[in-house]
């Protein structure tokens, strides 16, 4: 586990009272945080085959929060502390308890893996600590394991297929096969989709489970080919994405007629197996940094640091951490209810999500786009390989509240 602690940022008294009565009134009740510091957790794969969408830049990320947030107050201190749960609940676990029980971490953020998201979620409900989640794929975080402490700033598996699989069975493509990471993010996400399929008519011939961090895929790919499904679906990212859609091209597949299709793709993705081998391939984002200015801004400002361009997830990882921090501002405490009351009470208003508000099922509830990866030629400026193909409205994008399992919404109900 490591540390890094911002210090107090030093203003002179013209640039203080610039700052307008509202911004003092924060400051000045900014007063009651434990251990005279407002301590926030990055955990996450920091080394193994999803360190490159989260991993260290989301550690990064935090980093440019905290700086913003210091820029209008300054006599909060803020620590980020992180570590690697190297994808294991157990490792997520226990790193998590000690940060609640011994370090005095108020927040911990990302997590970025499904099955230690969902070991975490417990521990954070029993000791009233709260969580961010992003990178988080099953619904299960959302629905019938849904905690009010444990916010998802990101997406969901729902949020990623549904859009996509509709569009595409629209146009014809109504059979599909899935290769998937055998863990908690994975199975959920072909169940997810396979509901989809059945609601629009459409057909999965059947799934493949492959292991986190699996280097062989040439087994799943013939059971793919053999299926003769129009679309050969991938539930998996990072590292293992970049090997199977590099093999997918060696075997020659990708001059047949099956269509690949990302389920869960990040621009580091990308990047790692090439234009060449990823142009043309689709996935569901909530955030591009070549979306608009802002955007745009923010990911040179990333890259001056990490050497490369934010993924949604660090993206997410900055909004969160800034919002946690102005909420704790707001209420003049660490304390986790009163952060939460704050948190639900203001809008989300960054280059992330603008206007977006916490769902009651601790969702933030804000835009997605499908994007496809352009052709090498298309490519002029370094990492700008998405062409947005539409925009998905947040109303089409979430899954019915009416709908939903969690048991936050029959709580409220009552």
Known sequence: MQSWRVPLARFTLGLVLTLGPVALAERSAAADFSGGVVKIGIINDQSGPLSDNSGPGSVVAAKLAVEDFQKATPDIKVEIIFADHQNKPDIGAQIVRKWFDVDGVDMVADVGNSAVALAIQSIARDKNKMVIYSAVGTTEIGG??????????????????????????????????????????????????????????????????????????????????????????????????????????????????????????????????????????????????????????????????????PTAPQAAVYSAVLQYLRAAAAAGTDETNAVLEKMRA???????????????????????????VKKPEDVKTPWDYYNVVEKISADDAFFPLSQSECPLLKASAN
């Not at 859609?245 to 580091?268: C, D, I, R, S, Y």
């Not at 999500?353 to 804000?366: E, P, Q, S």
């Open 346 to 372: 203001m809008p989300v208003d960054d280059f992330y999500a603008r206007g977006a508000r916490l769902r009651a099922d601790n969702k933030l509830v804000h835009d997605f786009y499908l994007v496809e």
């Open 144 to 309: 019938k394991q849904c905690s009010r402490t444990g916010l998802m700033w990101l997406h969901d598996n729902y949020n990623l297929v549904s859009g996509s699989v509709r569009r595409l069975v629209s146009q014809g493509y109504d059979s599909w096969f899935f290769i998937a990471a055998d863990y908690a993010f994975g199975r959920n996400m072909v169940e997810v989709s396979q509901r989809v399929l059945a609601e629009g008519r459409a057909k999965s011939l059947g799934a493949v489970f492959h292991p986190l961090g699996n280097a062989d895929y040439s087994s799943f790919l013939l059971q793919a080919q053999a299926s003769k499904a129009k679309v050969v679906a991938f539930a998996n990212a990072g590292e293992q994405l970049v090997t199977v859609m590099k093999q997918w091209h060696e075997f020659g597949m990708n001059v047949g007629a099956q269509k690949p299709v990302a389920e869960l793709m990040f621009l580091t993705d990308v990047h790692a197996m090439g234009v060449e081998t990823a142009k043309g391939l689709t996935t569901v984002t909530a955030w591009y940094w070549g979306l608009n200015e802002e955007t745009r801004a923010f990911g040179q400002r990333f890259y001056k640091l990490h050497k490369a361009m």
